[in-house]
């Protein structure tokens, strides 16, 4: 199982953006979460985000946006193996963890590929390779990226070739290979 083909590292400085996102989500009272897949989900101000992270204004302008979020794990939980239904590629970055990880599953070949989240980095994650997390102890803070485009308009590699594409054109764009 290629680890590229569950996610690719972008080359960006994400710490202001996870400082601004985290803080955002500590403060909030409870009423502002709401559920999503036995997790709990909070929306950022896009326009904020993207004020944070240029990369992501560039992103924007490739491929729409539809809306950033945090979504909260509490300890002792996990979120079942899935494949997302509708949402092709996100954008991920860990806020907050403990004890918790991220695992892209080959359940034909029984192979995995740990997604070892980095502080302060921006991944682009195939929600389409089947993945599961589980947390064991203290709340999981994530950042997400959504995109407007369904999976099948956008998949995880059109999605990267779109961004290796505007990367020659302009230069203002790398990713790790």
Not at 69 to 87: F, G, Q, R, S
Not at 150 to 177: A, N
């Amino acid at each position: 199982m290629d680890p590229n083909e569950c996610y690719k590292e972008l080359y960006c400085d994400g710490g202001t953006l996870a400082e601004y996102a985290l803080a955002q989500s500590l403060k909030q009272d409870l009423w502002m979460w709401y559920p999503h897949f036995g997790s709990s989900v909070f929306s950022l101000d896009l326009d904020q985000v993207l004020s944070l992270c240029p990369m992501l204004e560039t992103i924007n302008n490739i491929a729409k946006i539809k809306h950033a979020i945090v979504t909260n794990m509490t300890p002792n939980d996990h979120y079942k193996l899935h494949i997302d239904e509708t949402a092709g590629p996100r954008i991920n970055m860990l806020l907050q963890s403990q004890n918790s990880f991220s695992t892209f599953i080959d359940v034909n070949n029984n192979k995995t590929v740990h997604m070892n989240y980095q502080p302060n980095k921006l991944y682009i994650f195939n929600t389409q390779v089947p993945h599961t997390i589980f947390n064991f102890e203290g709340d999981r803070y994530l950042f997400s990226i959504e995109f407007e485009e369904h999976k099948s308009v956008l998949p995880y590699r059109g999605f990267v070739k779109r961004l290796r594409r505007e990367e020659k054109l302009t230069g203002s764009l790398s990713l790790i290979h």
